[in-house]
């Protein structure tokens, strides 16, 4: 079984600040990872994912993660915030296959809300 | 990209009744339906995985007979919450799955029992 932990519940940061979003796995077989972000009473969209090669993966909205396997961490990252990155932050992670899509489910971590204060 | 849409976005039923939710694949075959709940301000928590034309099989502590999930077709499948009860009101999310697709989320379910 997989597990997502992200260590931080809350993260305010001042605009055109950078942040970072903590992300850590456990999992005994290879893994793919996602990060998800959710506004108000909507679904999740995808930011970014990773599922094999470059350890450094950039999504959308100017957002990229670093997949480390020896520290087990996936964590989020954005050089300078806006106010319209305000929303929840998901971690999740799935064991691989050969596709990149999967009948296997996903883990979600707690989430992150991160606040970008003018 | 891949779409999935998920109607309805809000619902209000009386205490007692069942309510539908329909969560459609628009471009893409989803082998694999999955259903969230969300809790307020907390994560999603997996409900059931279906697949098409199988029975879904539900997470522990999740009761079948109170959450039917139908996956009759790869485009369309179906969360029916029988004889719905306040404490049924939640956020309801699905995700479809499918090769070299990944996993995309339909756009929620408020549902409000009163």
């Not at chain 1, 597990?3 to 796995?25: G, K």
């Not at chain 1, 990252?77 to 999740?92: G, L, M, N, Q």
């Not at chain 1, 596709?99 to 003018?118: A, D, E």
Request: proline letters at 3%; hydrophobic letters at 35%; a positive charge.
């Amino acid at each position: 079984a997989q597990s997502v932990t992200q260590l931080d519940s809350q993260v305010p940061v001042f605009e055109e600040a950078p942040v970072e979003l903590r992300c850590n796995y456990s999992s005994s077989v290879s893994v793919y990872l996602f990060w998800y972000v959710q506004y108000p009473n909507q679904g999740l969209q995808l930011l970014l994912k990773y599922l094999s090669g470059s350890t450094l993966v950039k999504g959308i909205n100017g957002f990229e993660a670093e997949f480390n396997k020896s520290q087990t961490s996936f964590h989020l990252r954005k050089p300078s915030v806006h106010i319209s990155d305000t929303a929840e932050y998901f971690c999740a992670v799935t064991r691989s296959v050969n596709s990149g899509g999967s009948n296997y489910k996903l883990t979600f971590g707690k989430g992150t809300l991160l606040t970008v204060n003018p | 990209g891949a779409v999935v849409s998920q109607h309805p976005s809000r619902v209000i039923c009386k205490s007692g009744t069942s309510v539908k939710i329909e969560c459609r694949s628009l471009d893409f075959q989803a082998t694999t339906m999955f259903w969230y709940r969300q809790f307020p301000k907390q994560s999603l928590m997996l409900m059931a995985t279906s697949n098409e034309g199988s029975k879904a099989t539900y997470e522990q502590g999740v009761e079948k007979d109170k959450f039917l999930i139908n996956h009759a077709s790869l485009t369309l499948s179906t969360l029916t919450v029988t004889s719905a009860h306040p404490e049924d009101s939640s956020f309801y999310i699905c995700s479809a799955s499918a090769l070299l697709r990944g996993y995309t989320f339909g756009s929620g379910t408020r549902l409000t029992v009163v």
